[in-house]
């Protein structure tokens, strides 16, 4: 029973931080006008490509914060912050500006047609999987010392990452259905959660900071 509540909360963790629901204005505005097919392809690469720099930061994430002499609480410290920053965002149903600019944007529609690396950049990174997702991956996977648990960081997070894919998939239904008010109503929901979590990994870093 404690396997499955690790697991489900994880799982809820990892959905308000990637966001599959925000995701959709984005993918929206960069694939209009373009074929059904080719709105599934740049989907399902943008999934699997933020699915391998999820298990990228997972297996190395340790790692880089040791080449580069970082303390994990300061990083613990940092992520909350940008998770905080996030959060509010969301709360204010705003653009996600730490996940593309408007200038970044525009760029990319004039682009769209002609280059088809927008399934990189906006929509696995920073979009899907950018540093708020990075962070909490390599904050989550210290704080755990059971090999399973920290197993299931980076499934919980391609799970979301496919979940994510049929949200892009089905955006046009989506936003019939719920339109700009119910996606933003949704996001806000999900900002009042992520400003939870990141208040407490922020209190978690400080503490364990004082202590040194």
Do not use: H
């Amino acid at each position: 029973m404690e396997i499955i509540q690790k697991f489900v909360n994880y799982f809820i963790t990892m959905f308000v931080i990637i966001d599959p629901i925000g995701v959709v204005p984005i993918f929206i505005s960069i694939t209009a006008g373009v074929s059904r097919k080719f709105k599934k392809i740049m989907a399902l690469r943008s999934v699997l490509f933020s699915s391998i720099v999820v298990i990228l930061f997972f297996l190395f994430g340790d790692s880089i914060i040791k080449i580069f002499s970082i303390d994990i609480n300061a990083f613990k410290v940092a992520g909350g912050i940008v998770l905080f920053i996030l959060a509010m965002e969301m709360l204010f149903a705003g653009e996600k500006q730490t996940r593309i600019t408007k200038e970044e944007k525009e760029e990319i529609r004039e682009q769209a047609l002609e280059e088809q690396g927008v399934w990189v950049v906006p929509l696995s990174i920073p979009a899907l999987t950018g540093p708020v997702t990075m962070s909490s991956i390599i904050i989550f996977t210290s704080q755990e010392n059971s090999l399973l648990y920290k197993m299931f960081i980076p499934i919980a997070c391609i799970l979301v990452l496919a979940i994510a894919y049929y949200f892009m998939i089905f955006a046009d239904r989506l936003i019939q259905k719920l339109g700009t008010a119910g996606i933003n109503a949704v996001s806000r929901i999900m900002g009042i959660i992520l400003l939870s979590i990141s208040i407490k990994v922020c209190i978690s870093g400080v503490k364990e900071l004082w202590k040194t």
